[in-house]
């Protein structure tokens, strides 16, 4: 179930919060660059290709990751210049301006000239405008700022999702799904799925921290996105968790990423990163787990003959997800256990295997 997807806006006046900034681009669009900025996960990239489809728009997106050297971003404006094969405008959405490296001076300026020669409309995105990185490119830009979404609009979209996929909830776990969330609407999507088991919700004490998720999902859209081994490299040595975990985040989210035969090579690297891995718990020959990192990473980051354009929402690992389902269900029937072994002083071998006739006639 990939309620993310599921669930996605397809229409600009389905786009929940920040009204105010939805106005401001309808507004401004076309006269300058606009850039967009505010706290991650609450809608800036998808708000891009909802204008585009309104606008009727071909978008064209890049990451700035990608395209930090002068060369790279020579090849963007001359795509700026150009519509599509179709004859059709470009919406140009340049992802995440704020990772652009300062390593190379002469990338400001070749993206102002860019800015300046462009026959198309540009939109750019950052989570912190206020990045001295962005001091020069502000000036040509038109500023859009994105507040985080509310709780409560937050809460009520989780509990129209339940209610469409004829689940039991809970409104305090609703609530608490939209506090942790910190304004993030796809973060508090995602809780919840995880959250799911069988027709109900499990507690939402059993997530996991919110800033490990908010540094996944950056690192996996950049290995997504990137054909550049360097960039690939940083983002392992950026990885504010071990690469085990990584690893199905990766599987997860490259099926809906990668297409045809850049798949499959991208899998092809992933099977062999298994094996490495298992080779080394066998053997304990920590010596490979050098290519095991490189694998996930730069493999997989270099499978694709070209970085795929299109909005992908990326979404939560259904492998970790199930088994902090079974995790959940193992620490509710021991909790089951110990009540009933201080009602009925019997073992927990003699109680787990008489369970299923009790719950037949006792509320547990």
């Known amino acids: 179930m990939d309620l993310i997807e599921k669930y996605r806006p ?41 204008v585009a489809k309104k606008l009727d728009l071909e978008i064209y997106e890049i990451n700035a990751s990608d395209y930090r050297d002068v060369e790279s971003l020579k090849k963007v404006l001359e795509i700026s210049k150009q519509y599509s094969i179709f004859g059709k405008k470009r919406l140009l959405l340049i992802d995440e301006i704020d990772g652009l490296s300062t390593k190379d001076r002469g990338a400001s300026k070749e993206l102002v000239k860019i800015f300046k020669e462009s ?50 909830f809970n409104d305090v776990i609703l609530r608490n799904l939209a506090q942790r969330c910190n304004g993030d609407m796809r973060a508090a999507i995602l809780d919840l799925e995880s959250l799911i088991s069988g027709k109900g919700l499990l507690s939402s004490n059993l997530l996991s921290s919110r800033d490990f998720e908010e540094n996944i999902f950056s690192s996996i859209r950049v290995i997504m996105k990137t054909r550049k081994l360097d960039v690939a490299m940083e983002v392992m040595g950026n990885l504010d968790r071990n690469p085990e975990d990584f690893f199905w985040w990766v599987e997860e989210n490259v099926t809906k990423e990668y297409k045809g035969e850049d798949l499959k090579k991208a899998l092809d690297f992933l099977s062999l990163a298994d ?5 080394i718990m066998k053997r304990q020959d920590w010596i490979l787990f050098r290519y095991y990192v490189n694998f996930i990473s730069i493999g997989v980051a270099l499978s694709k003959k070209e970085t795929y354009r299109n909005y992908v929402p990326y979404g ?3 492998y970790v997800s199930k088994m902090g389902t ?8 021991e909790t089951k256990v110990i009540k009933l072994q201080e009602m009925m002083h019997c073992s927990k071998r003699v109680i787990k295997d008489e369970l299923p006739y009790l719950e037949q006639f006792m509320e547990l």
């Open 10 to 50: 397809e229409k600009i006046e389905e786009f929940i919060g920040n009204k105010k900034a939805v106005e401001d681009i309808l507004a401004n669009f076309g006269k300058k660059p606009l850039l967009l900025h505010g706290h991650t996960g609450i809608g800036k990239t998808l708000l891009g290709s909802l």
């Open 119 to 168: 026959r198309n409309p540009i939109m750019l995105t950052a989570n912190d405008a206020y990045n001295p990185k962005l001091k020069t490119l502000k000036n040509y830009c038109k500023l859009i700022s994105f507040s985080k979404i509310p709780h409560p609009s937050i809460a009520k979209y989780l509990r129209g999702i339940c209610e469409k996929e004829e689940i039991i």
């Open 275 to 279: 094996i490495i891995r298992m080779r």
């Open 316 to 318: 939560f690992p259904t």
């Open 326 to 333: 079974m995790k959940a269900k193992k620490m509710e029937l």
